[in-house]
């Protein structure tokens, strides 16, 4: 039987210079917190959540993230808190340090709180984790029996990372609408089981709408580290809205070929999450044959947030064609979701894609 799933975190809070009031907000899960965030992340952040944490009287671990939201990093982290006998999870950082702190909460059954430092992915809302190999290599998506209990998201802080990681996130974001469309047009299941939703569809093309009205002069803002109304609507578009849009609404050939490129060696797998997102939305427009004109204003935008849009930006251009059918390989793969766009495309279609957006796009000046 069909039916409509919607799922979200229990709360979302963002604003500026708001991380010393993380304390209060999570006192209501406990009294004593397990913290995982990369080396570079706790030095930015640890005078803050120690102050705030302090302040409540909460208690708390921290312990370095390695790096691959794997499942042996998953497991080792989760044995630690175990060991602790703490009664929530809060994960700092980026996508794959958010995604392993929900694993962890999972296979504790405790609650999670996620505190992006950065605006470059959707992964915060979302009540599932991608699963990569030790090295880096995707594997699966693993789904939660709930989102979030609180996504709490400080805007200056994400406005004083680098700019390359905001633009990522918008990169990421626009590819919510355009595989949302895909799914609607192929009755297809959405990220939480169901059918898509008329919310999530609508969150999606509200999250479009936000980055191509904003995005530009809030990536401007943020190269000089500074927070504005754009600033501030383009981080809720990138975490909040992308978030909700992508898990309710669905995912479809940008993410499946983002997959598809770990099939691959090389330095793409410099690039980060949304600059794969980005080339990867772009050739889902290929395939869908859509006009020139519309492809070449995606083009244009991603362009002045400085995404890659030609394979030489994307460190493909000097595989041979063999290569590039082992990222079609890997995008169709069954278990991923290019088939929400759909179930008959081959490997060497998706390749030929690959190079005919190149093609398009350095013909443009």
């Known amino acids: 039987m069909n039916k409509i799933i919607f799922s979200s975190p229990g709360k979302y809070i963002q604003g500026m210079n708001i991380i010393e009031e993380l304390g209060e907000h999570i006192v209501p899960f406990g009294k004593k917190a397990f913290l ?10 640890k005078k803050s959540i120690a102050s705030s944490l302090d302040k409540e009287k909460v208690e708390y671990h921290y312990e370095i993230f390695g790096g691959e939201s794997s499942k042996k990093e998953i497991s080792r982290l989760s044995d630690i808190a175990k060991e602790k006998n703490v009664n929530m999870i809060i994960g700092l950082g980026g996508g794959k340090t958010l995604d392993s702190a929900k694993a962890i909460a999972d296979d504790l059954k405790l609650p999670v709180i996620i505190v992006p430092t950065l605006a470059s992915t959707d992964a915060p809302t979302s009540g599932l984790s991608v699963i990569y190999s030790d090295k880096g290599i995707f594997e699966d998506y693993r789904f939660y029996r709930k989102n979030p209990d609180l996504v709490f998201v400080d805007s200056y802080i994400c406005a004083q990372a680098p700019v390359r990681f905001f633009a990522s996130g918008i990169a990421d974001g626009l590819a919510t609408y355009v595989e949302a ?5 192929t009755n297809s299941q959405s990220m939480v089981g169901g059918q898509q939703s008329i919310a999530g569809l609508a969150i999606a ?4 709408e936000t980055l ?17 109304p754009a600033v501030e609507a383009v981080i809720e578009a990138n975490t909040l809205l992308s978030g909700l849009g992508f898990e309710n609404a669905g995912l479809a050939a940008a993410h499946a070929i983002h997959n598809g490129f770990t099939a691959v060696s090389g330095k ?23 006009s020139d004109k519309e492809i070449i204003k995606y083009i244009k935008f991603y362009r002045s947030i400085n995404m890659p849009t030609t394979l030489k930006e994307m460190h493909l251009d000097k595989l041979d064609y063999k290569e590039l059918v082992k990222i079609g390989e890997k995008a169709n793969d069954e278990n991923d979701t290019l088939h929400n766009l759909s179930p008959n495309f081959t490997a060497e279609q998706i390749a030929n894609a690959l190079i005919g957006l190149d093609l398009l796009s350095t013909s443009i000046k």
């Open 212 to 228: 191509l009205e904003y995005g530009y002069s809030a990536y401007k803002a943020v190269e000089k580290k500074i927070v504005t």
């Open 36 to 45: 995982i965030a990369d080396d570079v992340v706790w030095k930015l952040v």
């Open 205 to 208: 093309k509200v999250c479009e």
């Open 268 to 290: 793409i797998h410099e690039l980060t999450h949304g600059e794969k997102v980005a080339y990867g939305t772009l050739t889902q427009m290929v395939l869908e044959a859509r």
């Open 181 to 185: 469309k895909a799914v609607n047009r």
